[in-house]
């Protein structure tokens, strides 16, 4: 049975004045009552804070890149020993923003996916197609390769400590939502492709979804049979528009 889960992205975003009353309603409204398991991602500079304000409560805190490497010198970069110092339990790896304006690639992204397992960090492994991509009707085979560059790596057993978020490049921060359909077949496609490999590790496997999920199409996407939850970019910074994505995720 997965338990779902809504992890907020906060990308660049937030200064502290806002972000301890963001942290503290969502900790509340979170406690107040959602089954869903709720995860924020703040940037690397506030995750102390973050562990501050959500130190015991039902939400946890991730970041949102990490180093491949474990340490030393590697000028601006963070360790993956240093977000578990930090309580993370979770970190966003290969996401869209980082794959096309830093450059990171299938590989990078596979090596970051192993540095995370290896200091317990559960990554969040992002995959999606491009609006060129999908209009060229090769969703399929991007999902897929970008899955096969990890999966390669580190076996289909290592994915059980994983999460996958299907997040269409077209969808992020456009306002523009992949149907609740679009989005199932791309996730039944995600998770009968791990299944081909292990049917135990694809029936246990956590699929979010992302891309301008709000609180007024979040239910209808998060009730698809494949999408287990939401990676949450934009309405995560809003209190109140995200505790109604985890109430619906829930
Ligand atoms: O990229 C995303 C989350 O990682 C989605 O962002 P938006 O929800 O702002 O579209």
Not at 60 to 74: D, K, V
Not at 163 to 173: K, L, N, R, S
Request: with cysteine; aromatic share 4%.
């Amino acid at each position: 049975m997965r338990k779902p889960l809504v992890v907020g992205n906060w990308k660049m975003n937030g200064l502290r004045a806002t972000n301890r009353p963001l942290l503290d309603s969502v900790r509340e409204g979170v406690e107040a009552g959602v089954a869903a398991e709720v995860a924020v991602c703040p940037p690397f500079v506030y995750l102390a804070d973050a562990a501050s304000a959500l130190q015991g409560s039902a939400v946890s805190w991730g970041a949102q890149n990490l180093s491949q490497h474990e340490a030393g010198a590697y000028t601006g970069e963070v360790a993956p020993s240093m977000l578990r110092d930090l309580g993370c339990r979770f970190v966003i790896v290969g996401h869209s923003e980082r794959r096309t304006l830093y450059g990171e690639t299938d590989s990078l992204v596979a090596e970051k996916v192993i540095a995370a397992q290896g200091a317990e960090l559960t990554p969040i492994l992002c995959v999606g197609e491009s609006l060129e991509e999908r209009e060229q009707d090769v969703t399929e085979q991007v999902v897929k390769r970008q899955l096969d560059a990890v999966l390669e790596r580190i076996g289909v057993s290592a994915l059980s400590k994983a999460v996958i978020a299907y997040e269409p490049i077209w969808a992020i921060g456009t306002g523009r939502t992949a149907t609740p359909e679009q989005a199932q077949e791309v996730h039944g496609l995600i998770r009968s492709h791990v299944a081909a490999q292990s049917s135990s590790v694809a029936e246990e496997l956590l699929i979010l979804y992302g891309g301008s999920v709000k609180g007024n199409n979040a239910t209808q996407l998060l009730s698809m049979p494949d999408i287990d939850g939401g990676l949450i970019g934009g309405a995560s910074l809003n209190a109140e528009e995200f505790l109604t994505i985890c109430q619906a995720a829930g």
